[in-house]
């Protein structure tokens, strides 16, 4: 379990911990002319916001389809109009996140001078690597494999299948929902065709090809991560400072307000813990805010549950997919029985 730990009097703000190192590296220590890139604050300043547009407006999305659905559950409008804002949302979100990664390998990159560096390393042009980790890997950047395998459950298990699958193997994201007299669980996963052709949540990412994302744990998760990312590459950008400068980057309390923020962090916490089936024996991210006497200060944690996840029996289901003109059968989540029971 990591706990992360942000506060407006030793901190000067409640984003991610970066933004209380980058300001103070010397100018001296980093290339960004010879990357042509902007310095290292400059590059997570401008992921980071962002970040916080894709999660303000996941977030706008999510309250609102939920309380369309609350209101209509019983005569919902044909089509999947009124969950196409969330999904695109989420996928704007899945994609800058991606970005925001790629970035956090830009900024240690700017350590290097490419200049210094021979043409080649093997038989391999340096000069025609596209992806920055892979070009850090070759360099061989002292603190890449330690950040490389922090990230990677992140990363490798849950970030790329999803870009990947979006980007090159025209998979889509599908929305799913539970609902009863009382409460309804919004939900995605992200849809492929199986082996025998047949679309439904992808086997890679999804439990047994047979479950779904629930938007309280996953926005939850996504949120978590930002802060984790800025903890990783903090430590693994200093090390190497210290490598290649004997340099001790040290935590510097900023003025930085960021109301826009605040209004994420706050409407995060308005979520309930409405998790999927599959979802009640995992770890729930943990998220405190307090605000009081002055002081504003945020609590993250994970993985852990401290709070009881439950399921309640009797719970409806209802998919939301597209056909594309030639499959004539689908795979829904939650339908096949499995260990978590089943669903109607």
């Given at each position: ?85 969330l999904l695109k949302a989420q996928k704007d979100l899945i994609h800058s996140l ?247």
């Open positions: 379990m990591m706990r992360i730990a942000r506060s407006k009097n030793q901190d000067g703000t409640l984003t991610p911990s970066a933004l209380n190192y980058f300001g103070n590296i010397p100018d001296s220590y980093y290339f960004i002319n010879q990357h042509s890139r902007r310095a290292p604050l400059g590059i997570y300043n401008v992921s980071f916001e962002q970040l916080v547009a894709d999660f303000s407006n996941l977030l706008d999305e999510y309250f609102k389809t939920r309380e369309f659905i609350n209101e209509h559950v019983d005569k919902l409008p044909s089509g999947e109009g009124y969950y196409e804002g991606q970005a925001h990664v790629d970035d956090c390998y830009a900024i240690l990159a700017s350590l290097i001078d490419p200049t210094t560096l021979p043409v080649k390393v093997g038989k391999t042009k340096l000069a025609n690597i596209r992806f920055t980790d892979r070009w850090l890997d070759l360099i061989g950047f002292p603190t890449l494999d330690k950040f490389k395998k922090s990230i990677s459950e992140y990363r490798d298990n849950y970030l790329a299948h999803l870009v990947n699958g979006l980007k090159h193997r025209q998979n889509r994201l599908r929305g799913i929902f539970f609902y009863n007299a009382n409460e309804v669980r919004l939900g995605y996963y992200l849809e492929e065709p199986d082996p025998d052709g047949v679309p439904g949540p992808s086997f890679q990412l999804h439990e047994d090809g047979n479950s779904a994302f629930s938007f309280a744990r996953d926005i939850l998760f996504n949120l978590y991560h930002v802060y984790y990312l800025s903890e990783m590459l903090v430590d693994a950008f200093s090390r190497a400072l210290q490598h290649y400068h004997s340099f001790t980057l040290n935590h510097q309390k900023v003025s930085f307000e960021n109301d826009k923020w605040l209004d994420v962090l706050r409407h995060t916490l308005r979520i309930q813990p409405q998790v999927f089936p599959h979802e009640i024996d995992k770890p729930y991210p943990y998220f405190s805010l307090s605000e009081n006497d002055g002081d504003q200060s945020l609590v993250v944690m994970y993985p852990v549950t401290l709070i009881p996840l439950k399921f309640p029996q009797g719970m409806r289901i209802f998919g939301i997919f597209k056909g594309d003109g030639v499959s004539k059968s689908f795979r829904l989540p939650y339908l096949k029985r499995s260990k978590y029971g089943g669903v109607r």
